[in-house]
C-alpha cells in the first residue's frame, strides 16, 4: 500500500486566498484524521470523520476552516480566506476500525503550508 | 481534558547507550497509547501501540511500557544509533472516540 498521501506537499500563498488541502487515505480504512503541527501548539486534531461522516470537528479554529469528505479514498481541507497565523504543516491520517477499539493511526508526509 | 507531557524536550547519548523516553498524562481512563518517530520535514511513523490492558510492547530494539495508575509510559531504546536521531511523540486516546492527545515530543539526539 501506498500509505496515506497527501497533496501538494508545499504551499505557499497570500493572505486573503483559499487554500485546499488534499488527503487520500489508506484504502480500507475507515477513520480519517486532519492535524495541524506548529511550534508553539505542538500537533492538534482539528476534525475527524468516520465512514465519510464528520465526527468531531472541535477542533476547528474558526468557520475559515472547512473539511469534506466525499467519498471513502479522498478528503479536503479547505481555509477560506487564509491568514498568517494559518502557515503550519497540515498532517492527514487514517486508520481502521478493529472491534477491539485501539485504532492505529497511520499519518501520511504532510502540507507545509506559508501565508504571507 | 487529558493533557499528556514529554520530557525532556531534547536529549542527546553517545551511539551504544540504551536510553529512556518518557511520557505522562493526566487522565488514566485511556484505551491506548502510542509512540510516534517524527523526522525533520517528514510526517509520523508508528512505533508501538499499547492497549489499556497491556503493560508493554516490544519491537526489535523498541520497547514501550505502560502503567496507567500512575499515568506514565516510557520508550526504552536499546543500543542507540545514530538513524534513531529524531523526534520521539507520545499520544494518548481516550475512551469515547477515537481521538488522540499528543505531548510536545522529545528531540532525541545520537552522537556517533
Known amino acids: 500500500d501506498a500509505g496515506v498521501i497527501q497533496s501538494p506537499r508545499h504551499e505557499v500563498t497570500e493572505m486573503g486566498q483559499e487554500v485546499t488541502l488534499r488527503c487520500k487515505p489508506i484504502s480500507g480504512h475507515d477513520y480519517l484524521f486532519w492535524y495541524r503541527q506548529t511550534m508553539m501548539r505542538g500537533l492538534e486534531l482539528l476534525i475527524y470523520f468516520n465512514n465519510n461522516v464528520p465526527i468531531d470537528d472541535s477542533g476547528m479554529p474558526e468557520d475559515r476552516f472547512s473539511a469534506k469528505m466525499p467519498n471513502a479514498s479522498f478528503s479536503t481541507l479547505k481555509i477560506q480566506p487564509s491568514e498568517p497565523r494559518d502557515s503550519a504543516v497540515y498532517f492527514c491520517?487514517?486508520?481502521?476500525?478493529?472491534?477491539?477499539?485501539?485504532?492505529?493511526?497511520?499519518f501520511g508526509p504532510g502540507t507545509r503550508l506559508t501565508v504571507l | 481534558k487529558q493533557e499528556v507531557t514529554q520530557i525532556p524536550a531534547a536529549l542527546s547519548v553517545p551511539e551504544g547507550e540504551n536510553l529512556v523516553l518518557n511520557c505522562s498524562f493526566t487522565?488514566?481512563?485511556?484505551?491506548?497509547l502510542q509512540w510516534f518517530r517524527q523526522d525533520p520535514g517528514k510526517g509520523l511513523t508508528s512505533l508501538l501501540l499499547?492497549?489499556?490492558?497491556?503493560r508493554e510492547q516490544t519491537s526489535g530494539r523498541l520497547n514501550a511500557s505502560l502503567d496507567k495508575s500512575s499515568g506514565r509510559s516510557t520508550l526504552y531504546i536499546a543500543a542507540s544509533q545514530p538513524g534513531d536521531s529524531a523526534t520521539y511523540l507520545c499520544?494518548?486516546?481516550?475512551?469515547?472516540?477515537?481521538?488522540?492527545?499528543f505531548g510536545t515530543g522529545t528531540r532525541l539526539t545520537i552522537i556517533p
Open positions: 499520544a494518548v486516546g481516550n475512551f469515547g472516540n477515537e481521538k488522540l492527545t
Open positions: 491520517a487514517s486508520s481502521r476500525q478493529t472491534g477491539s477499539s485501539y485504532n492505529e493511526q497511520f
Open positions: 487522565d488514566s481512563a485511556i484505551y491506548n
Open positions: 499499547i492497549q489499556s490492558s497491556q
